[in-house]
């Protein structure tokens, strides 16, 4: 079991930054691979950044250039740094991992952080 545990959302204007932090119970060298995803409200939730043990990272349309992923391999901490937010970034924010044990692929959400980018 993983649990994941979301922080840093909040209020920022237009072209502003935050960076979100997940929280992961077990150790990150343990987890497979672990992604933002967000949900607007009256839209599908979506991707937004994912990157894997392996060294893979793959980005949204919408935020490449601006949003990053980074890992902090001693707090078991993922962190989501956004900057040059848009209104359009205004979301719920959620992380996901992907953790494989006896050859079966376990996926983890954690309780979503609100950000919300005025105009």
């Known amino acids: 079991q993983v649990q994941l545990v979301e922080s840093g959302g909040g209020l920022v204007q237009a072209g502003g930054s935050l960076r979100l932090s997940c929280a992961v119970s077990r150790s990150i060298f343990s987890i497979n691979s672990m992604g933002w995803y967000r949900e607007a409200p009256g839209k599908q939730r979506e991707l937004v950044i994912t990157?894997?043990?392996?060294?893979?990272?793959n980005y949204a349309d919408s935020v490449q250039g601006r949003f990053s992923i980074s890992r902090d391999n001693v707090k078991n901490t993922v962190y989501l740094q956004m900057n040059s937010l848009k209104p359009e970034d205004t979301a719920v924010y959620y992380c996901y991992a992907n953790q494989e044990r006896n050859k079966v692929l376990y996926g983890y959400w954690g309780q979503g952080t609100q950000v919300t980018v005025s105009s």
């Open positions: 990157w894997t043990n392996s060294g893979v990272t």
